[in-house]
């Protein structure tokens, strides 16, 4: 099985949606993202939230590939930002873990 970060950064999705995801972590807030993906209530550790956004975005990927009418462009650019957004997050307590 491939570590939570092999995933992340396997991904290929098209050139466009990438860079936008990207651009859109910088002001990454978990707080505001995570609630209004995940829903409301206690949040996740940062490794539990990444593999439901993985989940959740390959979902939506699929839905993008087979030209599905409820695809919504909106939600996998917000899933995206969340996904990139969450393993910054995960590799900065993993870097302060070996500190």
Request: charged share 25%; no cysteine.
């Amino acid at each position: 099985m491939q570590d939570l970060m092999t995933m992340i950064t396997t991904l290929r999705r098209p050139r466009l949606l990438a860079r936008a995801a990207k651009i859109g972590a910088q002001d990454y807030d978990r707080d505001r993202y995570l609630q209004r993906i995940l829903g409301y209530g206690s949040m996740p550790s940062t490794g539990s939230a990444l593999v439901r956004l993985l989940e959740m975005e390959r979902e939506v990927n699929a839905q993008r590939l087979e030209e599905d009418a409820a695809y919504s462009l909106v939600r996998h650019l917000d899933l995206l930002i969340a996904l990139l957004g969450e393993a910054r997050l995960f590799q900065a307590s993993r870097a302060a873990q070996y500190q």
